[in-house]
């Protein structure tokens, strides 16, 4: 699968939207953009998903760059139930391979 | 969303012992489960893959001998850490899969098991 370049850290404030950035510049046009988040001493918990179209959930939004290289997940009004880390994932078919987890990016809220 | 459970949470075992961990989908059938295994301040590692029905994959690194999964049904996998020894305490985190189409599928995680071997 190919890699993803994330932040390490982000803060942001409660109530106030966030982007969460990832690089996928050796992105393959099969695949698919996975966002997981896992909050502390859990599991990962999907978040979303896209191809080449922006995606909207109840939990976020995805904005993905028109040549696919990169894409951002929006937390529209972060709470302080948001902070996990984030992990954007490459994954051409996430039924039957296993997902690949970098380091992620670890979100602070902030009250 | 799809819900997948571990049993147990938390277990602490002593050095030589073996942990079953348990990890089912409760509201899906699963053909593929993976198993993760997760220390601290580190991202989550693969350790294998586990189809229903037939011998587990494992990655690179991982002894099938030590780490036992069996995936007798389309809702149940299980690890058994044997000989455990306090280098194997750590986050044990499986996930299960909705097969549907490339794309649409997603992996639900389940909670997580932490394992202390002393």
């Known amino acids: 699968d190919a890699k993803t370049t994330q932040p390490n850290s982000m803060e942001s404030n409660e109530e106030e939207p966030v982007h969460l950035p990832c690089n996928h510049s050796?992105?393959?046009?099969?695949?698919?953009i996975h966002w997981y988040r896992q909050l502390p001493s859990q599991g990962p918990e999907y978040v979303i998903h896209?191809?080449?179209s922006n995606v909207n959930n109840r939990m976020a939004s995805l904005a993905i760059a028109e040549d696919r290289k990169s894409s951002t997940l929006i937390l529209h009004r972060a709470t302080l139930r948001d902070a996990a880390v984030y992990y954007c994932?490459?994954?051409?078919?996430?039924?039957?391979?296993?997902?690949?987890f970098g380091s992620g990016t670890r979100l602070q809220v902030q009250p | 969303g799809a819900v997948v459970s571990q049993h147990p949470s938390r277990v602490i075992c002593k050095s030589g012992t073996s942990v079953k961990i348990e990890c089912r989908s409760l509201?899906?059938?699963?053909?593929?489960m993976f198993w993760y295994r997760q220390f601290p301040k580190q991202s989550l590692m693969l350790m294998a893959t586990?189809?229903?029905?037939?011998?587990?994959?494992?990655e690179q690194g991982v002894e099938k001998d030590k780490f036992l999964i069996n995936h007798a049904s389309l809702t149940l996998s299980t690890l058994t850490v044997t000989s455990a020894h306090p280098e194997d305490s750590s986050f044990y985190i499986c996930?299960?899969?909705?097969?549907?189409?490339?794309?649409?599928?997603?992996?639900?995680f389940g909670p997580g098991t932490r394992l202390l071997v002393l």
């Open positions: 996930s299960a899969s909705t097969a549907l189409a490339p794309g649409r599928e997603t992996q639900y």
């Open positions: 050796t992105i393959s046009g099969t695949d698919y």
């Open positions: 896209g191809l080449t």
């Open positions: 994932i490459l994954s051409l078919d996430t039924g039957r391979r296993a997902l690949t």
């Open positions: 509201d899906f059938q699963a053909t593929t």
């Open positions: 586990s189809n229903e029905g037939s011998k587990a994959t494992y």
